[in-house]
């Protein structure tokens, strides 16, 4: 199986930047895309932005041009560079792997254990 984890969840003041990211380890055939995913109380989980292999990137339009996520291969780690932070961005935040464990194993998504941010003042 895939697993991931997250770090560098915490709090932060309003305007303020975060970087987030997550390490994927574990059995792994091939990883299609990598995403960060957040749900906030009382809310469903959505997703903030996703990147491809080739490092083709979509974002939410909440996030648009304040959030930037980026792709290591080697490393198989995604981060999420947030920046201008505002308080409706209070959230666990979810690394997701589209991915294949082994060359059998069907191709799923696989979830980290999620990272708390809270912006607030």
């Known amino acids: 199986q895939v697993l991931l984890v997250e770090s560098g969840g915490g709090l932060v003041q309003p305007g303020g930047s975060l970087t987030l990211s997550c390490e994927a380890s574990g059995s792994i055939f091939n990883i299609y895309a990598m995403a960060w995913y957040r749900q906030a109380p009382g809310k469903q989980r959505e997703l903030v932005a996703t990147i491809t292999s080739s490092g083709s990137a979509v974002y939410a339009d909440s996030v648009k041009e304040r959030f930037t996520i980026s792709r290591d291969n080697a490393r198989k780690r995604v981060a999420l560079q947030m920046n201008s932070l505002k308080p409706e961005d209070t959230a666990v935040y979810y690394c997701?792997?589209?991915?294949?464990?082994?060359?059998?194993?069907?191709?799923?998504?696989?979830w980290g254990q999620g990272t708390q941010v809270t912006v607030s003042t």
């Open positions: 997701n792997a589209d991915a294949k464990s082994t060359v059998l194993t069907p191709r799923t998504f696989y």
